[in-house]
């Protein structure tokens, strides 16, 4: 059975618990990360390195870094559908893998640590601020490269959709409200988002407040 080591409110293993339950497979998570601990033990540093979660175990192969992980997955169990079998499709799924990676979780890390894990007297309002900017212009690409699409990349759901739409769960979520910015009008992901959110392998975990 799959092993997914990593605590479920991590945004890392959330994709990949995603991805599990959208491939139908059967497997064990096991907490760890944040107040569980657990990383920094000697035996979750032989699985990984860095100490960080997620982490899994498919039939003893043990893989870290859950953008990797998702595409192993999906290609290994859904070739040709969640994972693009043609090239030039797969190479705009993970064009959009990579994009989340790069340009939206570093914008969303400042804001999302400082509304929704800092005490509200701790926070450092300006970080916060310009956080959210900088995530709103990202996504505001999104928004754009949506156009009539229900999926990033058409028609049929892809792993495209995993880690961007993982973004867009706490850029909806977070409590702007506390601070002085007004989140922009983005009708197209917000239709793409609630679109995400009825797929059963993730609408429990979307319906859960941000942690």
Known sequence: MLKIWGRLNSINVEKVVWCAGELGLRFERIDAGGKFGVVDTPAFKSLNPCGKVPVIEDDGFVLWE??????????????GTLMPEEIASRAE???????????????LSPAFR????????????DEITGSLKALGDALG????????????LGERFTVADIPVGSIAHRWFGLP?????????????????????RERPAIADIMSAPLS
């Open 114 to 125: 400082g509304l929704v894990r800092t005490e509200s007297q701790k926070r450092d309002i």
């Open 66 to 79: 859950s953008n990797t992980i998702v595409r192993y997955l999906a290609g290994k169990y859904a070739l």
């Open 93 to 107: 799924a993970e064009r959009w893998m990579d994009f989340q990676l790069a340009s939206l979780a570093p914008a």
């Open 141 to 152: 690409i999104v928004e754009e490269c949506l156009g009539d699409r229900p999926y990033l």
């Open 176 to 196: 702007v409200g506390d601070v002085s910015y007004s989140r922009p009008e983005f009708p197209k992901l917000r239709a793409w988002y609630d679109r995400l």
